[in-house]
T-cell receptor, first 111, second 114 residues
Framework: GDSVTQMEGPVTLSEEAFLTINCTYTATGYPSLFWYVQYPGEGLQLLLKATKADDKGSNKGFEATYRKETTSFHLEKGSVQVSDSAVYFCALSDTGNQFYFGTGTSLTVIP | NAGVTQTPKFQVLKTGQSMTLQCAQDMNHNSMYWYRQDPGMGLRLIYYSASEGTTDKGEVPNGYNVSRLNKREFSLRLESAAPSQTSVYFC?????????????FGSGTRLTVV
């Protein structure tokens, strides 16, 4: 069945450091891929998405490229800020209206 | 602001008590979902409703029931709460094909069963 695997955390970075959070997926069809962000005490918010191979999703300085050959959708940001501290979830949606979420990666950015 | 509203935000129950978590969306979405979030487990689907009048089990439905009251509202009921149901519960909705539009989430209900 469909599934998502993302790197375990927690991740702690200094402000302005480069961020990569790895995400790989297994799917029988041609899924869409998503990154969601959850700030403390809040629900999940859509950060970015890509609906087909080689698409790049981007938002708020974050980027992720849909790589079919490596079944990956790694999240990157060139210079993190304290305000980026949150939990990040990779997810996929295949046929049908359901999501499959990774377990989440907690990011803490220190000044 | 348009979105998904969950009530209550916090709740403490004693083992064996019952309660209903409420969820309402004002985006005219067809599909609604209930998830639970536990440390190290990510989000797990409890029940979903693809459209008004239909409900289906997700990955972890045991101990829960749902009602799709109308297009706007989708409630989750715990008939006899157990400590294993201590979790954060999220409601979500989508109005189109999920693989194109994704979900909109509520802010969650933090439930503790003692």
């Amino acid at each position: 069945g469909d599934s998502v695997t993302q790197m375990e955390g927690p991740v702690t970075l200094s402000e302005e450091a480069f961020l990569t959070i790895n995400c790989t997926y297994t799917a029988t069809g041609y899924p869409s891929l998503f990154w969601y962000v959850q700030y403390p005490g809040e629900g999940l918010q859509l950060l970015l998405k890509a609906t087909k191979a080689d698409d790049k999703g981007s938002n708020k300085g974050f980027e992720a490229t849909y790589r079919k050959e490596t079944t990956s959708f790694h999240l990157e940001k060139g210079s993190v800020q304290v305000s980026d501290s949150a939990v990040y979830f990779c997810a996929l949606s295949d046929t049908g209206n359901q999501f499959y979420f990774g377990t989440g990666t907690s990011l803490t950015v220190i000044p | 602001n348009a979105g998904v509203t969950q009530t209550p935000k916090f709740q403490v129950l004693k083992t064996g008590q019952s309660m209903t978590l409420q969820c309402a969306q004002d985006m005219n979405h067809n599909s609604m979902y209930w998830y639970r979030q536990d440390p190290g487990m990510g989000l797990r689907l409890i029940y979903y409703s693809a459209s008004e009048g239909t409900t289906d089990k997700g990955e972890v439905p045991n101990g829960y029931n749902v009602s799709r009251l109308n297009k706007r509202e989708f409630s989750l009921r715990l008939e006899s709460a157990a400590p294993s149901q201590t979790s954060v519960y999220f409601c979500a909705s989508t109005g189109g094909v999920t693989r194109s539009y994704g979900y909109t989430f509520g802010s969650g209900t933090r439930l503790t069963v003692v």
